[in-house]
């Protein structure tokens, strides 16, 4: 059973930073793609920043230039540093794995941090 674990999530002033991490509980090679989402109240979940195990990286146009999604594979862990957050980016952040199977893509979540950015 894949678990993934968030942390790093906290209370920081708009331009700070922040750096998540997620730890997942086997080898992250097994995993096609890894990514961070986020969801902010009354919003739906929205994805922030993708890695292929290829090396891709795929980032929302409203965080480009500011978050960056990297990878230790020794580790086992993702990470998404936040750099000039916004008080836009404050959400629930979550962690997910992918698994491309023969017929299908299992998809695996974190329970999810908390980033709040005051003002």
């Known amino acids: 059973q894949v678990q993934l674990v968030e942390s790093g999530g906290g209370l920081v002033q708009a331009g700070g930073s922040l750096r998540l991490s997620c730890a997942a509980s086997?080898?992250?090679?097994?995993?096609?793609?890894m990514g961070w989402y986020r969801q902010a109240p009354g919003k739906q979940r929205e994805l922030v920043a993708t890695?292929?195990?290829?090396?891709?990286?795929n980032y929302a146009d409203s965080v480009k230039g500011r978050f960056t999604i990297s990878r230790d594979n020794a580790k086992n862990t993702v990470y998404l540093q936040m750099n000039s957050l916004k008080p836009e980016d404050t959400a629930v952040y979550y962690c997910?794995?992918?698994?491309?199977?023969?017929?299908?893509?299992?998809?695996?979540w974190g329970r999810g941090t908390q980033v709040t950015v005051s003002s």
């Open positions: 997910n794995a992918q698994v491309v199977r023969t017929y299908r893509i299992d998809s695996y």
């Open positions: 086997g080898s992250i090679f097994s995993f096609n793609a």
């Open positions: 890695s292929t195990s290829g090396g891709t990286t």
